[in-house]
Nanobody
């Protein structure tokens, strides 16, 4: 499976960005999809995940109420709408695919290349 994330960029604090991740080479609707991020000098951390049907979502406390994960199985694409961005949201954002509904990085077998999000103060 190939995952291609895009939509990152530079935004001022308080602004919004929408990340997209297009999947190919696998039955997208069979996978749980997640977003993780890695800030400079830090380990990669969980951000959000969504179930196969999209009926269940889970968020890290740090983004709850500001970020929304969604998916379009017909387009094999998962999205991350990011509002009220803060400088501490600056990181490379990765989409991932797995078979277990989990916030644990090692439970995801497939990863995109990452897209940089930079939030200026």
């Amino acid at each position: 499976v190939q995952l291609q994330a895009f939509g990152g960029g530079l935004v001022q604090a308080g602004g919004s960005l929408r990340l997209s991740c297009a999947a190919s080479g696998r039955s997208f609707s069979n996978d749980v999809m997640g977003w993780f991020r890695q800030a400079p000098g830090k380990e990669r951390e969980f951000v959000a995940l969504i179930s196969r049907s999209g009926s269940s979502t889970t968020y890290a406390d740090s983004v709850k109420g500001r970020f929304t994960i969604s998916r379009d199985n017909a387009k094999s694409t998962v999205y991350l709408q990011m509002n009220s961005l803060k400088p501490e949201d600056t990181a490379v954002y990765y989409c991932s695919a797995g078979v277990v509904y989990s916030v644990v990085e090692r439970d995801y077998a497939y990863w995109g290349q990452g897209t940089q999000v930079t939030v200026s103060s």
